[in-house]
């Protein structure tokens, strides 16, 4: 069994991104085609819950019984004010990422951006489909390509090793945001990493995608100017956006650092 386990270990990165990819198709399927309709997103939710519900067994329950060392990433109940906190974090890390992908590009080659608009109907369908990306997908995915794949790992080393491969399995997987899915991945796995808590990289997940959605509301309520390019898929954000971003980012970071505070002092009352 001991031998099986030892073979099994290097290969969990190519096995979690297989099975997190066999799972997104899966739950993606529904919602193929050009109107699902809510029906189709209701069967896209109910498929993606189902998901969630077996790997959280999985890495719960069956990955640490096969490789000990998964046991230092173990659950922990996620601090509300912190999850808030990265939630606020999020919109800014979107923008700045957005800007970085758009220099880099601009270094290669042109980038061909056009303005944003966004009719009733698209806000509605995008509205719709944004509930499974905001509150579902990034529990699904971060479980996939984060806990189940760098958890067996002991050292930081290995660990930050399986992330840059996840990295790159994961943005193979969306396609034309190749390089914004890799640089979302590669935030997400350190955090993971430092913070040993899944739950604070699906909070930024989950900011990061519900940022978008707000961003499709704000173009069609017609606060601002957005440009976007399809291919790489970039969104650049006006002088506001970015303005408001960073007071959020600074009321994250207060409510974290409150929340620090909080747990220092409860330490440090409790006798020794």
């Known amino acids: 069994m001991n031998k099986i386990v030892s073979l099994l270990k290097p290969l969990m990165p190519i096995l979690a991104a297989t099975y997190g990819t066999a799972l997104i198709v899966v739950t993606a399927m529904p919602i193929d085609g050009n109107s699902p309709g809510f029906g189709g997103e ?3 939710w109910l498929l993606t819950l189902t998901g969630i519900g077996l790997t959280l ?6 990955e640490p019984k096969l490789f000990p060392d998964a046991k230092q990433f173990q659950f922990k109940r996620p601090m509300a004010l912190v999850i ?3 939630l606020l974090i999020a919109p800014l890390w979107f ?17 061909q951006m056009e303005p944003i ?3 009733t109907p698209e806000l509605r369908e995008d509205l719709l489909s944004s ?11 971060e479980l996939c390509f984060r806990q189940m794949a760098i958890s067996p790992f002991r050292s930081r080393r290995a660990q930050v090793m399986v992330c840059v491969v996840m990295a790159i399995l994961f943005g193979m997987l969306h396609v034309r945001n190749f390089l914004g899915a890799f640089i979302d991945a590669m935030f997400y796995g350190m955090i993971f990493i430092w913070s040993r808590n899944i739950w604070n990289s699906v909070a930024l997940h989950a900011g990061s995608n519900l940022t978008v959605t707000l961003l499709a509301v704000y173009c069609w309520l017609g606060l601002g100017d957005l440009q976007m390019s399809k291919t790489p898929l970039i969104i650049l954000t006006d002088a506001k956006v970015v303005v408001g971003s960073i007071v959020l980012f600074l009321v994250g970071i207060l409510l974290i650092t409150i929340k620090r505070k909080q747990l220092n002092n409860e330490q440090k009352t409790i006798p020794s």
Request: glycine share 4%.
């Open 57 to 62: 067994f999985l890495v719960q329950r069956v």
């Open 95 to 111: 923008v700045a990422k957005e800007y970085i992908i758009y220099g880099l590009m601009r270094l290669v080659h042109s980038v």
């Open 117 to 119: 608009t966004y009719t």
């Open 84 to 86: 808030v906190g990265l």
């Open 42 to 44: 209701l069967l896209s």
């Open 131 to 141: 509930v499974h990306a905001v509150l579902l997908a990034p529990i699904l995915e």
